[in-house]
């Protein structure tokens, strides 16, 4: 073999050491290149979309603060119309408080007047109410005197003698009192077998029938007993005791039969005998 072909396989025989190394090593250079270049590629990738979705989020947030730029041009303007509106009840307000015033003082002063008229025209009625009221306290006076006068009657008594005024009631009792013509003796009787003193007698309820306003009565006087029986309300129920005249008996005068009891009063002469025993004589029961 010669020198020439010696140093050929031997040059290709040394070759493929570092020929390997450099392959190698420009495969890993090209490996490092692709993978910077897909990190590049990937990262403008995210960039887009970070811009994209950045984007986004800027029409969003534009288009809410146009939305609310517009409500509150709104309620800008609804607040101008309620302060307006405002402004114009506080002035009308204000009027009308002037005017309540102002009617305020006219009713006073209306008021004011219509007292003083009303004081003038009582004090002038006063002076004419107080002759019409003598007037008619004169007048008063004459009816109450007919009227006890047409109350005031007389009637025939049980024994056929005319009887002096009769009273119906406790009212007219006072008034024949008053007139003094007689002796009267107020009382009430209760169904009892004891009698009871009325004036210068004693008299027992013996019966009282409420219904038919009758009733029946024991006079013990003179050591004698007299019975009255089924006598009505309002007759004149006489009788005589020692020192009577003929022409004025005793007169007994019920007012009202109730049960078991009657209200009425007893009569007597005036003459000296009757007043010493009615003065003598215990109260009625």
Known sequence: MSEYERSTVESSAAAPRWVGLAVAALGGISLLGLGLGWSALNQSKSVGSTAA????????????????????????????????????????????????KASVAAYNKKLTGLASNVNTQLATKASQDDVSKLGGDVNGVKSDLEDTKSKLERATGDMGVMSGLIARNHDDLEELKRKGDRNYFEFALTKSKTPSRVGPVEISL?????????????????????????KTVGEPVQFYIKGTARYAPYELVVFEVGKNQVTGYLSTPKSAGAATAASNAPAAQ
């Open 53 to 100: 979705a950045l984007k986004q989020q800027n029409d969003e947030l534009a288009q809410r603060l146009a939305k609310d730029d517009e409500q509150n041009q709104q309620l800008q303007s609804d607040l101008k119309v309620v302060t307006d509106k405002l402004n114009v009840t506080q002035e009308d307000l204000q009027k009308a408080r002037q005017q309540n």
């Open 206 to 230: 013996n019966k009282a029938d409420q219904k038919r306003s009758k009733y029946t009565v024991t006079v013990l006087a003179d050591d004698k007993s007299i019975e009255k029986k089924d």
